[in-house]
């Protein structure tokens, strides 16, 4: 592929029970060029697709008959590790969103999402990033955090690999800062910064931005509260 080639859009699996929703969905993403490869009408329906149809994202709802999103997202994610699930939901289910994000979906977005962020949510998580709509994630976190590092018994053995360097950066992302923003934190490149966040990912086996996020408060690397951009420095390490 030359440099100036387009990246190929996403193709995507609706995921709801409600027809109206899933209509709406698919006149939005094929006006914008993304392919809707099918849609599901419940969990199981989604897991069955995902096996037949391989698409590159699945925009999964939670509440859903015969089995729901959280289950189907598992199953999903376990059969197939390269696919991306993308949660939708509203404000009231901002727990079973947490849950989401422990067990590997790539973000979640907000039912009354506009077009055009649908459209770039779903280009941006099918390229391996984590999106979270910016109404959740933090209050998301900071709620559930503490409740669910009481149900963790042990941290991730990678996580005791990371450098000093790497659990700042791990730290940094906690807080919700972005490469840009970790390269200017931390006076590095952005290939520098991308090259820790990339270790960061591998040597506690996460699978993206959204699972370090909830790493980061699981472990109190980050805690309720405090400020985004109060960073604690890795001493001596300013590579």
């Keep these: 592929m030359t440099p100036d080639a387009p ?7 609706i995921a709801d029970d409600q027809t109206l929703i899933r209509t709406g969905f698919r006149l939005i993403l094929t006006a914008r060029g993304i392919e809707v490869a099918g849609e599901a009408a419940d969990g199981a329906e989604a897991v069955a697709a995902v096996r037949e149809l391989r698409p590159d994202v699945v925009l999964m709802d939670i509440r859903m008959p015969v089995m729901d999103g959280l289950e189907a997202t598992r199953r999903i994610l376990a059969e197939a590790p390269g696919c991306r699930v993308l949660m939708l ?3 009231d289910l901002a727990r079973y969103v947490y849950t989401a994000l422990s067990i590997g979906a790539g973000g979640s977005l907000l039912k009354d999402v506009t077009p055009e962020h649908l459209a770039a949510a779903v280009r941006l998580v099918g ?15 900071e709620r559930y955090a503490a409740e669910a590092e009481r149900s963790i018994p042990d941290a991730p053995a990678g996580l005791a690999a990371l450098t000093p360097r790497e659990r700042e950066v791990l730290t940094l992302m906690g807080r919700g800062l972005s490469n840009g923003e970790l390269a200017t934190e931390l006076t590095l490149s952005e290939a520098t910064v991308k090259s820790h966040v990339a270790r960061v990912f591998a040597k506690p086996g996460l699978r993206d931005r959204a699972q ?9 690397l980050v805690r ?7 960073a604690v420095r890795a001493p001596g390490n300013r590579t």
Aim: without cysteine; hydrophobic residues 40%; glycine residues 10%.
């Design 7 to 13: 990246e190929r859009a996403p193709r995507v699996l």
């Design 89 to 91: 939901t509203t404000f």
């Design 224 to 230: 309720p509260g405090q400020p985004r951009g109060d």
């Design 212 to 220: 370090a996020v909830v790493l980061a408060y699981q472990t109190g």
């Design 127 to 141: 390229t391996g990033d984590a999106l979270l709509a910016p109404q959740i994630t933090r209050r998301l976190v």
